[in-house]
């Protein structure tokens, strides 16, 4: 099980475990956290699972694909930290990660 | 082709007649090579798994909709349907905020008021046709407003774009002229809108704000509404009449809603799943890929059957049987990936309002024993009619 704290943009925070290899997109649309909407189920096609990955955790998710910066571009109050959710998958190293929400997905 | 890993099968999804029990058909073809392949309308490929339905939805690099999103192609280009991410998705950004979930739940007690203006409007007769006197004029009167369309052109537009989705390939001519009308017609409303005070709606987004950093024509205005209007004219109205009819033949479904014994959640998704009011939309390859290990090749044309998807027993166990109490929630009567229906939470709200407005205001609504169904048939399914007889009731006033 891999543990991750989400935290709304209000400071809200939600601490889940979920199991090794689901998204971070889907650990919050399956348990209902608030804020990361996931409209495309995962296709990297909506740009409605943005979130914010500050270090340490950021090098340990390694660096967007150009696809999703190309859908980064669609997000809003998009930052250097910005990632989409779906596209972080939940491994063993990632145990504890922190990640941040925008103030809005759409 | 002595190799060819796809199951040939002709037919195409406006045949009157495959689409008044298209899963048959589907069965047949997932039952052998799950891919079909027909000659028809030019040529496509149809997955008919949930695996592969769902993959070509949401591979939108692979599986374009730049080509067209029916088969045959609207005449026009349907925005933004007909652009793929990430330009499709700055585009929808503009528009997602009139259908989010919180617009539709907000909305409820005025779509909860045009649910009791209908069944006003015939409760006290015994008798009524579900479709045409509730869910066609319910789903129509729900969203139009939205889009900033008046309520007053209703039938006109639900009549020209009927013709437009459902008699395309065999009234050419009658297409066209329908298509020049509503053109002219939406074209006409956008321009005049332009000169009129503002107002919340879609139209007003359409005319003044920006899409990927600049404001549309007159002309990409009415390539976005005429999109929405299929929507609003053409949809959630065959889930609502379907679920209707499956409630009037199941009496112990209804017994359980009203009960609690099956919450409505899950039911609705089922409901949505067993109907599934859009059943083909068109994606053509962009390069070699493959489906079901079959090859397929740079602009080989694809149609998505979701209804397919939607029937497969190895995602849904006894697919041809509503069973309001499974767990539906992963149909893909909404499609999936990038251009999942921008109108789902809406749907989702109108279905709802409608079945239990029915429940409580008519309950024992019935369809006759020799009723047979018949559908219309395109990208999209629905009865055309629907007679129920009932006790008569009392209007909301009386």
Redesign the interface.
């Known amino acids: 099980m891999v543990s991750i704290t989400y935290i709304e943009h209000n400071g809200s925070s939600h601490t889940i475990e979920v199991s090794e290899g689901v998204s971070v997109m889907k650990a919050a649309v399956d348990h209902a956290i608030p804020g990361i909407d996931g409209?495309?189920?995962?296709?990297?096609?909506?740009?409605t699972c943005h979130v914010y990955v500050a270090e340490p955790w950021r090098h340990l998710t390694g660096e967007a694909s150009q696809?999703e910066k190309?859908?980064l571009?669609?997000a809003i109050d998009l930052k250097d930290e910005s990632r989409l959710g779906c596209q972080i998958a939940l491994t063993e190293a990632l145990n504890g990660i922190v990640v941040h929400m925008p103030p809005a997905q759409? | 082709m002595a190799d060819a890993n796809f199951t040939p099968a002709d037919f195409n999804h406006h045949s009157v007649e495959v689409m008044q029990d298209p899963y048959a058909l589907f069965r047949e073809v997932r039952s052998k090579c799950p891919l079909g392949y027909s000659r028809e309308l030019g040529g496509f490929y149809f997955p008919t798994t949930y695996g592969e339905v769902k993959r070509a939805?949401?591979?939108?690099?692979t599986f374009t909709s730049t080509q067209g999103s029916g088969l045959p192609k609207q005449m026009v280009q349907l925005l933004p349907v007909e652009l793929d991410?990430?330009l499709q998705?700055?585009w929808?950004?503009v528009l997602?905020?009139f259908f989010?979930p919180e617009a539709a739940e907000n909305d409820r007690p005025r779509i909860q008021g045009i649910a009791d203006e209908l069944i006003d409007a015939f409760i006290t007769r015994a008798s009524a046709d579900a479709v045409n006197e509730l869910t066609r004029p319910f789903l129509a009167m729900t969203m139009l407003p939205i889009l900033g369309v008046p309520l007053e052109d209703r039938i006109m537009l639900s009549d020209k774009l009927m013709w437009m989705v459902h008699y395309r390939t065999t009234d050419q001519d009658g297409w066209v002229a329908r298509y020049m009308e509503v053109e002219a017609y939406l074209t006409g409303l956008i321009a005049k809108r332009r000169t009129e005070p503002r107002r919340p709606d879609l139209l007003q987004c359409l005319i003044e704000e920006e899409f990927d950093g600049r404001r549309l024509s007159d002309g990409e205005g009415y390539q976005v509404v005429l999109l929405t209007l299929f929507g609003a004219l053409d949809s959630t109205s065959s889930a609502m009449s379907g679920a209707l009819y499956h409630l009037a033949q199941h009496p112990e479904d209804k017994h359980r809603l009203l009960s609690g014994a099956v919450p409505w959640k899950g039911a609705l998704e089922e409901f949505l799943r067993y109907t599934t009011p859009i059943q083909a939309l068109r994606r053509t390859v962009t390069k070699p890929t493959e489906l079901d290990g079959c090859p397929l090749q740079t602009g080989d044309v694809v149609v998505l059957l979701s209804g397919a998807a939607n029937r497969d027993p190895a995602k849904f166990p006894e697919p041809d049987t509503c069973i309001i109490d499974r767990d539906a929630r992963d149909h893909l009567t909404f499609g999936?990936?990038?251009?999942?229906c921008i109108g789902r939470h809406f749907a989702r709200v109108m279905l709802e309002v409608c079945l239990k407005t029915m429940l409580r205001r008519v309950p024992d609504f019935a369809v006759p024993a020799e009723f047979v169904p018949r559908y219309t048939c395109s990208e999209a399914r629905a009865l055309t009619a629907l007679p129920i007889t009932f006790t008569p009731g009392r209007t909301m006033a009386a």
């Open positions: 409209d495309c189920g995962g296709a990297c096609a909506c740009a696809d190309d859908m571009e669609c759409r | 939805y949401s591979d939108f690099k991410p990430p998705t700055r929808r950004r997602d905020r989010t999936a990936g990038g251009h999942v």
